[in-house]
């Protein structure tokens, strides 16, 4: 049996669902005005209930001791973009399909989540439950019940975007903290910040809220001869 090796990584989304983590959707109404990032967000909780739509993801990490991460000088490598799109229905359904630079698939259907590397032609499975609560899946693809596990701020208006920062109440999560930026009432972009220094970044694009979505849609079919794995 082949073993993932960790070259395709399951970036910051991956990182987010699994332990878990994220990750993107969606459009509100843009002719409400909304005084805040705070009331954006809550506003799409509460609104959208299922997304479509086009990210684009850019991770700067820390370097490490052997490149300089002893230097406070350092500063933070940028790694190669990727690209895709992604398909929601809160809770717990989605479908986050990266097609460049490779082809990697994260796909829920509210009861497991199913890692398609197809590179390597290897299925991992896990667990959803419990996996979305304290991590930046949640934002997007879990229930309106955000501040049972994030401290909301608003963090004021960069670039035209409102932006708020979320912070996980959970003493063991992988993110520090989380930046979402919304502009008119749509979600632009968002900031994952893990606790080793690293930051993702996602901007979405060509979003469509609530679309029509057939009931069977999130079941995952294992590819004809995938190995798989259960994680």
């Given at each position: 049996?082949?073993q993932?090796?960790?070259?395709?990584?399951?970036?910051?989304?991956?990182?987010?669902?699994?332990?878990?983590?994220?990750?993107?959707?969606s459009?509100?109404?843009?002719?409400?005005?909304?005084?805040?990032?705070?009331?954006?967000?809550?506003?799409?909780v509460?609104?959208?209930?299922?997304a479509?739509?086009?990210?684009?993801?850019?991770?700067?990490?820390?370097?490490?001791k052997?490149?300089?991460?002893?230097?406070?000088a350092?500063m933070p490598?940028?790694?190669?973009?990727?690209s895709?799109?992604?398909?929601?229905?809160?809770?717990?359904?989605?479908?986050?399909s990266?097609?460049?630079?490779?082809?990697?698939?994260?796909q829920?259907?509210?009861?497991?989540?199913?890692?398609?590397?197809?590179?390597?032609?290897?299925?991992?499975?896990?667990?959803?439950?419990?996996?979305?609560?304290?991590s930046?899946?949640?934002?997007l693809?879990?229930?309106?019940?955000?501040e049972?596990?994030?401290?909301?701020?608003?963090?004021g208006?960069?670039?035209?975007?409102?932006?708020?920062?979320?912070?996980?109440?959970?003493?063991?999560s992988?993110?520090?903290?989380?930046?979402?930026?919304?502009?008119?009432?749509?979600?632009?972009?968002?900031?994952?910040h893990?606790v080793?220094g690293?930051?993702?970044?996602?901007?979405?694009?060509?979003?469509?809220?609530?679309?029509?979505?057939?009931?069977n849609?999130?079941?995952?079919?294992?590819?004809?001869?995938?190995?798989?794995?259960?994680?």
């Amino acid at each position: 049996m082949k073993q993932y090796t960790g070259k395709r990584s399951v970036k910051a989304l991956g990182a987010a669902v699994c332990a878990a983590s994220i990750c993107a959707a969606s459009m509100l109404f843009a002719s409400h005005a909304f005084a805040s990032g705070t009331e954006q967000l809550k506003a799409f909780v509460s609104q959208v209930h299922a997304a479509r739509g086009d990210f684009t993801q850019q991770e700067l990490k820390q370097p490490n001791k052997a490149n300089g991460a002893s230097n406070p000088a350092a500063m933070p490598q940028r790694s190669t973009n990727s690209s895709g799109t992604f398909m929601l229905a809160r809770p717990g359904k989605f479908i986050w399909s990266y097609q460049k630079p490779y082809v990697q698939i994260l796909q829920a259907d509210g009861d497991k989540l199913y890692v398609y590397d197809k590179d390597l032609n290897q299925v991992t499975v896990r667990r959803l439950s419990g996996a979305l609560g304290a991590s930046p899946a949640a934002i997007l693809f879990g229930s309106n019940d955000l501040e049972k596990n994030f401290t909301l701020r608003d963090a004021g208006e960069k670039g035209g975007i409102d932006w708020l920062k979320l912070t996980p109440k959970a003493k063991d999560s992988q993110f520090e903290r989380v930046g979402i930026g919304f502009k008119d009432g749509n979600l632009q972009a968002m900031e994952l910040h893990d606790v080793f220094g690293n930051v993702t970044l996602l901007t979405f694009s060509n979003i469509q809220k609530n679309p029509p979505i057939k009931s069977n849609t999130f079941k995952f079919n294992v590819p004809k001869g995938a190995d798989v794995i259960n994680g």
